[in-house]
């Protein structure tokens, strides 16, 4: 083909047919052309070295490649998985770390293809969502990872006010604990003056005050490792009832976290990747996932510390016999347990002082150490979230500033209400709420990421082959079953019918949403029968800016 002329690429679509996307240039759209007006507010790109000497696998590139799954694993970390971990072990013991494990590996599958789609396309999941589905589900997709990252930031002011407060031994009130919070904004903005390297380096240093902090505790209470290991390779739970079941659930809604595919997916990008060279793409992806792969195996031994703590020290315990117990010690915190036989309850608040009460008080100030990193820790990475949301589907720029302060206001605002007219427990059990905030918004971010790492016009050599087509579409509907149950059970536990009647309503505009991403993720998973109209070209021709990597030995290409 002669300079000057326009060249015409084919590609394959969804549904396996052809095509014609014109170009009206000699050359098909570079690289950096594409993602320069879309680049995010990262202020320096790490470089990633050459070490020839180790082609297959080298520590060096590895250490270039770390820093973005760690920061994604925080939220595997946040005070709501940390307050669904000490649940699991107080109502099951052990039995329940095999769920937890089976949710950690999926949550790792799923982040992969989040990973991937950033390394591949250069862009972000919010910003493919931007571009490729219409402008109303666009913004409706956009509220909805909003409020997940705005009840995930509402957990972490849970539970710092709650750490500030045990730390003070209540001279700090809850209130002034959420107040406090605000500070955290200064913090960030701070710290990430510093640069890129310097704030990973930071969030792995309260990833490692975790690791102390709850394995202090895991040393203290000296769980039996034999039913530790029972509970974690043996899919089992004997004597099981609802209590347990539901548990499980819990435990499935809390390590999985919408924003946090989001997150991952922009993460990616702030290593020099030369999208252009198949090698380079193909070598990142391997290096990402390993260190995916590392950061999760660190915070699943983090939360299995909390639950074998829990699961050894409490595990079917009374209200009256933490009662005595606490009574016989300098905790004053007795009166939080009724005298009565009902099975222990225990939430981020009252785990710390059954701590206190069993083990003195250096094991609750301990706990609350750790609660208080992991809030500060999660804060920062939800701001993130919502940078790069707010970019990707708005395509507006906001400060750090003002999108630290406009997000951390909304959250506040209503957890300051609770904590200055209610009590810690109306607090604590905002978290069940806030679980089930989150578990709502799972579909708009699962279904997503499986649609688009699936199309091979988006994902070129990249795309999802049959296996993963079948898997991810499998995990995705046993997850989103799993939390709709999960969020069943929460509201049939309300008991009011008014609430009924409003939870059906939300249910039917929920459902036919989710029905409509489903429908397209179908098609993308290669059922061309139900391609109809505009979603015949899903991720096609809307925008030729997307095939970042040329199809130089696949796709012919032909003159006109």
């Known amino acids: 083909m002669s300079p000057g002329k326009d060249r015409e690429a084919l590609y394959e679509d969804a549904s396996g047919e052809g095509v014609t996307t014109i170009y009206s240039s000699a050359a098909p759209p570079q690289v950096s052309d594409s993602t ?113 990252i705005i009840g995930s930031d509402m957990q972490e002011v849970i539970g710092s006010a709650i ?150 020290a409490f595990y079917n315990k009374t209200n009256a016999e933490v009662h005595d117990v606490c009574s016989n010690t300098s905790i004053s915190h007795a009166g939080l347990f009724p005298l009565n036989n009902d099975t222990l309850e225990v939430d981020i608040y009252k785990g710390g002082v059954v701590l206190g009460c069993y083990f003195g008080p250096a094991a609750l100030y301990i706990w609350a150490i750790g609660i208080l990193a992991a809030g500060q820790s999660s804060t920062m990475t939800g701001t993130y979230s919502g940078q790069f949301v707010m970019e990707g589907f708005l395509n507006l720029k906001w400060s750090r500033f003002a999108r630290v302060v406009l997000t951390r206001s909304i959250a506040i605002t209503p957890t300051l209400l609770v904590a200055i007219f209610q009590d810690v427990e109306h607090l604590t059990g905002m978290n069940d709420f806030l679980n089930v905030l989150m578990s709502l918004q799972l579909p708009f971010a699962l279904i997503p990421v499986l649609t688009f790492t699936s199309l091979r016009p988006v994902m070129n050599d990249f795309a999802n082959g049959l296996g993963w087509k079948i898997a991810g579409g499998i995990l995705v509907v046993i997850i989103i079953s799993i939390n709709m149950y999960f969020v069943v059970i929460y509201v049939t536990a309300l008991g009011q019918m008014v609430l009924y009647v409003i939870a059906s309503l939300i249910s039917i505009v929920y459902l036919a949403f989710v029905a409509y991403l489903s429908w397209q993720c179908l098609i993308a998973l290669g059922i061309s029968s139900l391609a109809c109209g505009q979603t015949y070209h899903l991720g096609l021709t809307a925008h030729p800016e997307l095939f970042l990597l040329n199809n130089i030995d696949a796709d012919p290409v032909m003159s006109r």
């Open 163 to 312: 750490a500030i407060n045990l730390l003070s031994v209540g001279g700090v009130p809850l209130w002034g604990g959420v107040l406090i919070t605000i500070a955290d904004t200064f913090v960030f903005l701070f710290l990430d003056k510093y640069g890129l390297r310097k704030l990973e380096a930071f969030f792995g240093f309260l990833i490692t005050i975790m690791a102390i902090m709850f394995g202090y505790e895991y040393g203290t209470v000296k769980p039996d490792q034999g039913q530790l290991l029972k509970g974690m390779f043996m899919p089992y739970c004997d004597k099981c009832g609802p209590p347990q079941l539901e548990q499980a659930v819990g435990i499935v809604g809390a390590v999985i976290m919408p924003h946090n595919m989001y997150l991952h997916s922009a993460l990616v990008k702030s290593r020099q990747i030369d999208r252009s060279n198949k090698k380079e793409v193909k070598e990142a992806n391997k290096y990402f996932f390993i260190e995916s792969c590392i950061a999760l195996f660190i915070s699943f031994i983090i939360n299995v510390f909390v639950v074998s703590v829990f699961a050894e």
């Open 36 to 148: 320069d007006e879309f680049t995010t507010y990262f202020d320096q790109k790490i470089p990633i070295p050459e070490d020839e000497k180790h082609p297959w696998f080298s520590f060096r590139k590895l250490w270039a490649f770390t820093g973005p799954g760690f920061l994604m694993s925080i939220a595997y970390l946040d005070p709501g998985n940390i307050e669904s971990d000490l649940q699991s072990g107080a109502v099951a013991g052990f039995k329940l770390l095999w769920v937890l494990l089976l949710a950690t590996v999926i949550g790792l599958l799923l982040q992969r293809l989040a990973a991937r789609l950033g390394v591949v396309t250069g862009l972000h999941l919010a910003e493919v969502c931007n571009r490729q589905y219409p402008k109303v589900p666009r913004i409706i997709l956009w509220l909805m990872v909003e409020l997940a």
